[in-house]
């Protein structure tokens, strides 16, 4: 059953991972640090390929703080790079009914901003699809506002996020500012 009380609960740690000295510091945190920490933190464990890292990072690292705006309450985005097409995955250690995320915001430079088309898709506890959903390419040249998205379901065990850049834009796979859970 769901409960304000748990959505309270699992913002204030993810709160805490996304604001952490990791993402503080001058240096990013990828791949197996990062996801021993999200796995200590928040039961998360988070795969990608080698040449495609998933890393956390301040916001003010990413194309010299003029790629991303501050859309919510966090300092640092999680983002990945490598080729294209990317993607990787969430797994939680004990099902989840709701996952919630946002992307952030985008900010457009003298040519504009881009980013690239993708989706993110939730399995159950026995691998079966059970949400979608994602976007499209953007490009525009104003600032474009960041935008929540979430996956309902029961016994949502995965959520794999894919992304492609199609060799152009600045980023491999959706950018993302928060990720909350209910269990």
């Not at 920490?37 to 990072?57: F, K, N, W």
């Not at 794999?160 to 909350?180: K, Q, T, Y």
């Amino acid at each position: 059953m769901r409960s304000n009380m748990a959505v309270a609960f699992f913002a204030a740690t993810i709160a805490f991972a996304w604001t952490s000295s990791y993402a503080q510091s001058s240096e990013r945190t990828c791949g197996t640090a990062l996801s021993d920490m999200m796995h200590a933190q928040r039961g998360i464990t988070l795969t990608s390929a080698p040449d495609q890292p998933v890393c956390l990072e301040s916001r003010d690292l990413l194309y010299g703080g003029n790629a991303t705006g501050p859309s919510t309450r966090e300092d640092a985005v999680l983002v990945q790079s490598g080729g294209h097409p990317c993607q990787f995955t969430m797994e939680w250690d004990s099902p989840v009914t709701e996952v919630r995320f946002t992307r952030s915001a985008l900010k457009a430079g003298p040519s504009g901003v881009t980013h690239p088309v993708w989706q993110a898709t939730a399995y159950d506890v026995y691998g079966r699809q059970v949400a979608t959903t994602g976007e499209s390419e953007i490009r525009s040249y104003t600032d474009v506002p960041a935008r929540s998205f979430t996956l309902d379901a029961s016994n949502i065990k995965r959520v794999v996020f894919w992304g492609d850049d199609r060799g152009f834009d600045g980023f491999c796979n959706v950018v993302l500012d928060s990720i909350d859970f209910v269990r």
